[in-house]
Structure formats: structure tokens, C-alpha cells
């Protein structure tokens, strides 16, 4: 079964430091996802990315925050200066696109816990 | 917009059945479920992309009512595996790359 993989899997760093996070989809896909999900509540959309570009972003996915596809297989979502609200499990999804009616769910990886000291 | 999941959480002993519900106050174009496991990602359970439509697979099935604005899912006969957060995650229109608004999660719990 075809994963997305995502490192790395915790991730400690202090406050206004930056991080880049890194995410490898699964290589017939052509969409790629941040999202995040601050402990015990829901998951909550970041951007998405298709053609090498930014097709969406939400309003938390502010100045700081960046995603790169460097090399055609890496996805990274960098956060430059990072704030303590940005402690949270970030997860990179994938999907593809299905214009027949067809299950084109989106495959997670299994999170970068991040946390903001 | 983000749907509202109801009930907020059930707790089931193993071969009862559950129904969680998924509303909109937006006209929906589809309605994605996933299940996530205490620390682990999301894992697709499936997808309905019209009105009416129904689906299932095992013992898990779902509908969309395009009318109502809401999807249901259904798990019959539930087993202790079944146990994580539900979350139902929409889109309002199929927008290349665009995303899933998720709900608030519904945390099930399968007792023996």
C-alpha cells in the first residue's frame, strides 16, 4: 500500500526559530496538503499545492509559513519564525484527481508533532 | 462554514450500532469520512459525491442527503477496531486542489 512519509516525527524548537518540515506523497499524486491539528481538536487546513504552486491557503497559513516542491518528490512547509501557538501535530496529505466518479480520498501521513518551547 | 458532527461522542459495547451524523449550513459537493486512531493520521474510509448517494464496505456505509445537507455515517455490528475520532470533511465545490473543511470529530468507543 502506497504511504505518504513525513519527517520528522517530533520535532522541539524554540520560540522564533525556524522549522522546515518535511513530507514525501505518493508519486502518482498530483495534490499535495498541509494541515495541522492542535491536540484534542479537529484538523484544520493549512494550503494546498498542485502544478508547483499555492492553488489555496487558509488564513492561519499566514507570512511565516512557506511550502516548497524542491525537487518533484519532496513537499516542505517551512515556518520561519516560529510562535508557540504553532505547537501542533502537522500532518501532509495527498491525493489524486478523479473526474469520474471514483474514492479520491486524500492518504495522511503520519504527522510531525511539533512542539514550540 | 466548518460542518457540525453529532453526537460529539458515543460509547457502544462491541455489536451495537452507531450513527453519526455530518451537517452543513452550505450546499455540499461532497462529503470525505476518515478515522483517526489516538496519535496516528487520518485514515480514508470513504467518499459521496451526490445526493442519495450511498456506500459502504464490511460493516461501514454512508449516505448523502443533498437535500438535507447532510451525511450520515453507519456502523452496524461494531467491533473493537471501529474505536477512534470520526471526523466527516467537506467540500462546497470541486475546486482542483481545494480543500476539506473537517468537523469537530465524533469520538467512538467500542467496549467489549
Known amino acids: 500500500e502506497p504511504e505518504v512519509t513525513q519527517t520528522p516525527s517530533h520535532q522541539v524548537t524554540q520560540m522564533g526559530q525556524e522549522v522546515i518540515l518535511r513530507c514525501v506523497p505518493i508519486s502518482n499524486h498530483l495534490y499535495f496538503y498541509w494541515y495541522r491539528q492542535i491536540l484534542g481538536q479537529k484538523v484544520e487546513f493549512l494550503v494546498s499545492f498542485y502544478n508547483n504552486e499555492i492553488s489555496e491557503k487558509s488564513e492561519i497559513f499566514d507570512d511565516q509559513f512557506s511550502v516548497e516542491r524542491p525537487d518533484g518528490s519532496n513537499f516542505t512547509l517551512k515556518i520561519r519564525s516560529t510562535k508557540l501557538e504553532d505547537s501542533a501535530m502537522y500532518f501532509c496529505a495527498s491525493s489524486e484527481f478523479e473526474q469520474v466518479k471514483g474514492d479520491y480520498g486524500y492518504t495522511f501521513g503520519s504527522g510531525t508533532r511539533l512542539t514550540v518551547v | 462554514q466548518q460542518p457540525v458532527q453529532s453526537p460529539q461522542a458515543v460509547i457502544l459495547r462491541e455489536g451495537e450500532d452507531a450513527v453519526i451524523n455530518c451537517s452543513s449550513s452550505?450546499?455540499?459537493?461532497?462529503v470525505h469520512w476518515y478515522r483517526q486512531k489516538h496519535g496516528e493520521a487520518p485514515i480514508f474510509l470513504m467518499i459521496?459525491?451526490?445526493?442519495?448517494e450511498q456506500k459502504g464496505h464490511d460493516k461501514i456505509s454512508a449516505s448523502f442527503n443533498e437535500k438535507k445537507q447532510q451525511s450520515s455515517l453507519y456502523l452496524t455490528a461494531s467491533q473493537l477496531s471501529y474505536s477512534g475520532t470520526y471526523f466527516c470533511?467537506?467540500?462546497?465545490?470541486?475546486?482542483?486542489?481545494?480543500?476539506?473543511?473537517f468537523g469537530q470529530g465524533t469520538e467512538l468507543s467500542v467496549k467489549p
Open positions: 459521496l459525491l451526490k445526493g442519495g
Open positions: 470533511g467537506t467540500e462546497y465545490v470541486r475546486n482542483q486542489g481545494g480543500k476539506l473543511i
Open positions: 452550505k450546499a455540499l459537493y461532497s
